[in-house]
């Protein structure tokens, strides 16, 4: 893989404009027509439609520039190196582990490739309630098309590797339906190690679509660069401060920040950061919306042994999905939850299930055979369900709070139930719920008698997510939302946020399309509004 081109390090050789880090040293001052707070999905397709616009802009990174040459599938290398805090960001009373990318391309360059449009009922749901009547599935379905088309997001033939296979077979014998996983793949060589990073530049992530494009327009790249705080002067942003960093996300003692003046600055940091940097500067706050509906698909898993090898590092992480459990009550009503099966690597197993010592040793044993499924719940649809609020530590530093309440935790109850019968009904030999208490069970009726008399508390049922969400959300007034529909603060007027922080509720499906349609909706606007000049999202 070595020997494989690197569009990266060919971009740099050919006078992409990058500092910080390994790179050139940053500026004392720059400027530009747009400043991009991020690298992610957001910022990677705003940054490609405002250059196509002929407006000079400079992105903003707070993690390392990384590219295939660097990924060589190894977790110790990927962790520290391509995730907010090495993977193991929590909430604030620590009961929800939160993987989020932190390197260019943001979580793109590190997620699963399961690629969903924003579901029709969650579309109607925001119509409703947050007077977003613009935003239906007929007028978004224009904008997810051109982002599948240039990122090549499409249907997976190659047939799903027995990890998947086991939902599908499971789920068939209790008359559930599955259905496949789009992925935004080109060539892609089915390795397995998406969550690492592609090492044959095949996941068509902002690293190496829509950056790469942007750079090769000139646009300016600042990585291993934090975003401070924005300068407000009278209701308009004056400059963004931005501090270096070192590798493990630390200031760089004794160094000189750098000032960026721009006539416009989109933040697309993701759903903690965004929010954060908003708070850090102090802007207005009207109806104290900001972090405020900050929202996880809190995820529960279920582990099971099978007589056969399953061996689910290998092969496309995710390319099977069920929403029964999201179809079979309204969506304003108990939570739905998304059913998958994620990839299983050692140091992630060994991290998120429960147990410890000689237990956690005759885990790994059977780690050959181990078979995982994951119920991603939709937060935010119900009156119980208000999700989370990011807030400041001392340092200024985000952290979510996020209470589980009795809403939230009845369906995870209901959400290992169901997982554990899709397992035992695929032949596994034994299920174990991910729960402090929880033991090694041989039979559904005794998973289902266990699992009911589980205690449902924070802490004891372990608690992931990979998609955060909300936190600056659009609403129609002022009272609904913290930008308006087209992306806009509604209070400064040169601010705009593009990523998943928009969103009022959860999607209710990975997350990835849903920003990638919404930003390109919102960014060709911007553009329009900019430049004057219309643009397209083109393959």
């Not at 620590?94 to 390197?103: D, E, P, T, V, Y």
């Not at 260019?104 to 009922?121: D, L, Q």
């Not at 509004?529 to 999202?537: F, H, K, M, P, Y």
Request: glycine share 10%; charged share 15%; aromatic share 6%.
């Amino acid at each position: 893989m070595s020997q494989m081109p690197d569009p990266i390090r060919e971009g740099l050789a050919r006078g992409w404009r990058v500092f910080g880090g390994s790179h050139a040293p940053l500026p004392d001052t720059l400027s530009c027509d747009v400043a991009i707070v991020g690298t992610g999905a957001g910022a990677g397709i705003t940054a490609e439609l405002l250059t196509q616009a002929g407006l000079s802009v400079v992105l903003l990174e707070e993690g390392p520039l990384k590219s295939s040459s660097d990924f060589r599938q190894r977790e110790s290398d990927a962790y520290p190196a391509l995730y907010q805090e090495s993977a193991a960001r929590k909430t604030a009373d620590k009961a929800i582990n939160i993987l989020q990318g932190r390197c260019v391309g943001g979580s793109t360059t590190v997620n699963w490739t399961s690629s969903f449009r924003t579901p029709p009922a969650t579309l109607a749901h925001w119509q409703k309630h947050f007077g977003l009547s613009e935003f239906t599935e007929a007028a978004m379905a224009p904008w997810f098309e051109q982002a599948e088309r240039r990122l090549n997001i499409g249907p997976w033939l190659t047939a799903p590797n027995t990890n998947n296979e086991l939902l599908r077979t499971g789920a068939a014998r209790l008359g559930i339906a599955a259905s496949g996983i789009a992925r935004n793949v080109k060539g892609c060589w089915n390795l397995g190690s998406c969550g690492m990073g592609c090492p044959t530049n095949a996941k068509q992530s902002m690293l190496v679509t829509t950056i790469p494009a942007a750079l090769d327009r000139g646009a300016t790249l600042l990585v291993q660069t934090r975003a401070h705080a924005l300068e407000l002067v009278q209701q308009k942003v004056n400059a963004l401060v931005c501090v270096p960093v070192t590798a493990n996300g630390s200031v760089v003692s004794g160094s000189r920040p750098t000032r960026i003046v721009a006539r416009h600055y989109v933040v697309a940091g993701g759903a903690i950061n965004s929010p954060a940097l908003l708070k850090r500067s102090d802007l207005p706050d009207p109806h104290g919306l900001l972090g405020a509906r900050t929202f996880l698909h809190p995820v529960v898993i279920s582990a099971a042994t099978f007589e056969q090898k399953v061996e689910a590092w290998d092969g496309a992480p995710q390319t099977l999905y069920s929403d029964h459990f999201l179809n079979t009550q309204p969506i304003d009503g108990p939570i739905g939850y998304k059913l998958e099966a994620p990839p299983m690597h050692p140091v992630i197993f060994a991290s998120t299930l429960a147990g410890y010592g000689q237990a956690q040793a005759d885990s790994l044993k059977q780690f050959p055979h181990m078979h995982s499924l994951l119920a991603l719940m939709r937060d935010g649809f119900h009156p119980q369900s208000t999700g989370g609020r990011v807030k400041l530590q001392s340092d200024g530093s985000p952290q979510l709070d996020y209470p589980l309440n009795d809403f939230v935790m009845d369906g995870a109850r209901r959400a290992l139930l169901s997982m554990a019968e899709i397992q035992f009904a695929a032949g596994a030999r034994t299920v174990v719920p991910v729960h402090e208490l929880a033991g090694i069970y041989t039979s559904w009726p005794e998973a289902q008698a266990a699992i009911k008399a589980l205690p449902m508390k924070p802490l004891l049922t372990r608690m992931v997510s990979a998609h955060v969400m909300g936190g600056c959300a659009m609403g129609a007034t002022e009272a609904q939302g913290v930008v308006r529909p087209d992306g806009t603060h509604w209070q400064v007027n040169n601010l705009s946020v593009h990523d998943g922080s928009l969103f009022p509720t959860s999607i209710g499906a990975n997350p990835q399309l849903s920003v990638y349609g919404f930003a390109n909706k919102l960014a060709t606007g911007l553009a329009k509004r900019l430049s004057g000049r219309e643009v397209r999202l083109m393959p």
